[in-house]
């Protein structure tokens, strides 16, 4: 699998969060609901990652409900690609 | 009055997906009212096994997935030879979902769909063939969801399944002319199981926005579940919603 760095992850958020005229902040501990990256975000985020990678990412939703933080879609989409 | 007959009470009622849950739940209060019942399950639990225990004459149990359909017309026999003609059906087996549409497989789509509508509608299918065929009349219930009628996020397959059931059970009720009674019981959100599969803030928002102040229990269905498979009620193509006017 053609499985994407954390920062071309990095990258593609901040692209999805500039469409939307907002920035992404640096610090992989800041809050998602501060900066406003939402759960259909998350889900965009995750199909331009299927986009570069040419595959599916299915995953339930407990899992996306325990991201908090810019560093926990990172981490979660990192280990997604793995799987 | 017409010359109809009424379609007299269940005395032999098949239920799958009866090893837990809302499912075991009905399992026990028709035995309490002194029916028979068959019950199966992919899994039979020390619950419904202790049952069989009790009541020996009254219950068969088995090892059978609903969407293996020769498994369920060889458990159908089977509970027929030992139980006597089954002459009411509680379609209650399903699976849960909890992902959004666009990040569920293919294949949960396809798994989702056959357990919870395609394999009711075949379940279905055996027994009113059997019904009919024996002369019998009978009644069923199919056990859906407010799903069906009112949207919630990471539900989208779920519900699409819920609201064929719901369909299937009206014009069923059509079909059958009277001769097989099928109505459908839509339960709210479940404090366990399968509201294990919304966030705590769904959860709290579901609480808030229902006039009982709770969500629904399965000891708050059964009786309703009951009632249609028991009582005359000339109740017939109809979805009940037991969820505290939450929906209304």
Redesign the interface.
């Given at each position: 699998m053609n499985e994407l760095s954390r920062a071309h992850i990095r990258d593609l958020m901040s692209q999805v969060l500039a469409n939307q005229g907002r920035v992404l902040p640096d610090d992989d501990a800041a809050d998602l609901r501060e900066i406003g990256f939402r759960s259909l975000d998350f889900s965009e985020l995750a199909l331009r990652v299927e986009d570069a990678t040419g595959e599916e990412l299915n995953f339930d939703a407990p899992g996306l409900r325990r991201i908090a933080t810019v560093g926990d879609v990172l981490d979660f989409l990192e280990s997604l690609q793995r799987q | 009055m017409s010359d109809t007959p009424l379609v007299p009470p269940s005395s032999v009622v098949l239920v799958s997906g009866g090893s837990r849950g809302l499912g075991l739940a009905i399992v026990t209060d028709l035995l309490d009212a002194g029916v028979k019942v068959a019950a199966f399950a992919r899994t039979v639990t020390p619950e419904l096994a202790k049952l069989a225990d009790t009541y020996p004459d009254r219950v068969h149990v088995g090892t059978v997935d609903v969407t293996d359909l020769s498994a369920a017309q060889a458990f159908l026999r089977a509970a027929e030879e030992r139980l006597g003609p089954v002459d009411g059906l509680v379609n209650n087996a399903a699976v849960g979902q909890?992902?959004?549409h666009?990040?569920?497989?293919t294949a949960?789509i396809a798994r989702i769909v056959e357990t919870n509508l395609t394999a009711p509608l075949q379940l279905t299918r055996l027994v009113v063939r059997r019904m009919l065929g024996g002369g019998r009349r009978g009644r069923i219930v199919n056990i859906t969801s407010i799903c069906a009628q009112r949207g919630f996020?990471?539900l989208v397959a779920y519900s699409a399944t819920k609201g064929g059931m719901d369909a299937a059970t009206r014009s069923l009720a059509r079909e059958l002319g009277g001769r097989v009674l099928v109505n459908a019981v839509a339960p709210g959100f479940f404090a366990s199981e399968m509201s294990a599969?919304l966030?705590s803030t769904q959860l709290d928002q579901i609480v808030r926005r229902t006039p009982t102040g709770h969500l629904t229990e399965p000891a708050e269905v059964v009786p309703v579940v009951r009632m249609l498979l028991r009582e005359h009620t000339n109740i017939n193509g109809q979805v009940i919603v037991v969820d505290g006017a939450a929906s209304v």
């Amino acid at each position: 699998m053609n499985e994407l760095s954390r920062a071309h992850i990095r990258d593609l958020m901040s692209q999805v969060l500039a469409n939307q005229g907002r920035v992404l902040p640096d610090d992989d501990a800041a809050d998602l609901r501060e900066i406003g990256f939402r759960s259909l975000d998350f889900s965009e985020l995750a199909l331009r990652v299927e986009d570069a990678t040419g595959e599916e990412l299915n995953f339930d939703a407990p899992g996306l409900r325990r991201i908090a933080t810019v560093g926990d879609v990172l981490d979660f989409l990192e280990s997604l690609q793995r799987q | 009055m017409s010359d109809t007959p009424l379609v007299p009470p269940s005395s032999v009622v098949l239920v799958s997906g009866g090893s837990r849950g809302l499912g075991l739940a009905i399992v026990t209060d028709l035995l309490d009212a002194g029916v028979k019942v068959a019950a199966f399950a992919r899994t039979v639990t020390p619950e419904l096994a202790k049952l069989a225990d009790t009541y020996p004459d009254r219950v068969h149990v088995g090892t059978v997935d609903v969407t293996d359909l020769s498994a369920a017309q060889a458990f159908l026999r089977a509970a027929e030879e030992r139980l006597g003609p089954v002459d009411g059906l509680v379609n209650n087996a399903a699976v849960g979902q909890d992902s959004m549409h666009t990040h569920t497989s293919t294949a949960d789509i396809a798994r989702i769909v056959e357990t919870n509508l395609t394999a009711p509608l075949q379940l279905t299918r055996l027994v009113v063939r059997r019904m009919l065929g024996g002369g019998r009349r009978g009644r069923i219930v199919n056990i859906t969801s407010i799903c069906a009628q009112r949207g919630f996020p990471g539900l989208v397959a779920y519900s699409a399944t819920k609201g064929g059931m719901d369909a299937a059970t009206r014009s069923l009720a059509r079909e059958l002319g009277g001769r097989v009674l099928v109505n459908a019981v839509a339960p709210g959100f479940f404090a366990s199981e399968m509201s294990a599969v919304l966030g705590s803030t769904q959860l709290d928002q579901i609480v808030r926005r229902t006039p009982t102040g709770h969500l629904t229990e399965p000891a708050e269905v059964v009786p309703v579940v009951r009632m249609l498979l028991r009582e005359h009620t000339n109740i017939n193509g109809q979805v009940i919603v037991v969820d505290g006017a939450a929906s209304v």
